[in-house]
């Protein structure tokens, strides 16, 4: 096994993580920055993506702990979802299910491919997990990832100025939007204005994620 | 804390989650299953929060540089993204604000201005 995949992308990643604690705005977000600059790497020096992949490989299987280990959070939430559990409730179930439809029926309206379609359904979810459903699906992975991204960098940089433009001053709508909508990305985002609903935010997240992989699959038999 | 408890409850639960969704064929991330049974277990006490927090926090802190990897992969798929490139992006675009909106929107109104 080479050591060169996992060794070139924990230096790029702690590089653009510096960076970006110096500069923190949505457009220095060290995933997108070190994706885009490995794919451009190896696009460029024709080194192969399964030979990055040989050592990369144990950054990709830690996510399934990784995703175990979101119980946690869960579990500290507690005390909250008993408070507001019909929001939560409600918010999830409307916004899981938004999010996987509007996604699905705008990319085939515009032309995309069965492909495209699976990839782009699990978007809103937490990136880990959307990865997950994505390969379970029969989407491709990798573009669910760089979407999911492209989704949470979306809600990290105009979320809270919309939700300010529409008039929406609930805290707890504003924590449920953004965590459906725009998962980890958004709840950063949102955590800066309003500990409540960054709270809301992030446990959002996490249920949409749980929400997503159980109703997904058979959705998308309906859908197909 | 005693070393390993945590990593081997937290990959324990991990691997039962994927034997539960392999065998079982469904279409559940194996992930997310252990994320279920590793919650269901703290909720019913069988685990105490203590044995796990230290290294699910970790993971949890950790988790940015594991989507990496499977981010570059898109490196097979430049040719896909041009090609379809309005209809991902659009989606992507339109699909955000709807589901921001609406969702905002509607929990708003169910919660009738309470602030």
């Given at each position: ?63 399934g702990p990784a995703v175990v280990s979101l119980a946690v ?152 | ?88 992006f659009g989606a992507l675009i339109i699909s955000f604000l ?18």
């Amino acid at each position: 096994m080479n050591p060169y995949g996992i060794t070139l992308t924990l230096v790029v990643f702690y590089a653009f993580s510096e960076l970006h604690g110096r500069r923190r705005t949505f457009y220095t977000n060290p995933v997108l920055l070190s994706i885009i600059v490995i794919a451009a790497f190896l696009w460029a020096s024709g080194y192969s993506y399964e030979s990055y992949m040989e050592s990369a490989v144990i950054l990709k299987f830690l996510l399934g702990p990784a995703v175990v280990s979101l119980a946690v959070p869960v579990y500290r939430s507690r005390k909250v979802i008993a408070t507001y559990w019909k929001e939560i409730a409600a918010g999830i179930a409307i916004g899981g299910t938004l999010a996987i439809l509007s996604a699905f029926y705008t990319a085939r309206l515009l032309g995309g491919s069965e492909e495209v379609l699976l990839s782009i359904a699990p978007k809103s979810v937490t990136t880990a997990i959307a990865i997950g459903i994505s390969e379970k699906m029969g989407g491709i992975p990798a573009l669910t990832a760089v979407l999911v991204i492209l989704t949470g960098i979306l809600g990290n940089a105009v979320g809270v100025e919309i939700l300010d433009a529409a008039g929406v001053r609930d805290r707890i709508a504003r924590g449920l939007a953004m965590g459906v909508t725009s998962h980890g990305l958004g709840t950063a985002r949102i955590l800066l204005d309003d500990e409540l609903a960054g709270a809301v935010s992030g446990l959002a997240m996490a249920l949409n994620g749980i929400f997503t992989s159980l109703l997904l699959p058979y959705l998308l038999e309906i859908l197909k | 804390m005693r070393p390993y408890r945590g990593l081997a409850i937290i990959f324990g639960f991990y691997a039962l989650g994927e034997f539960t969704s392999s065998a079982l064929n469904l279409s559940i991330p194996g992930s997310v299953l252990g994320m279920l049974y590793l919650l269901a277990a703290l909720l019913g006490g069988a685990v105490k929060l203590d044995w796990v927090e230290n290294e699910a926090e970790a993971f949890v802190r950790n988790m940015s540089v594991m989507f990496v990897p499977p981010g570059v992969g898109i490196v097979a798929y430049i040719g896909l993204l041009k090609s379809q490139a309005v209809s991902v992006f659009g989606a992507l675009i339109i699909s955000f604000l709807i589901t921001l909106l609406v969702t905002a929107k509607t929990v708003e109104l169910l919660r009738g201005g309470k602030g």
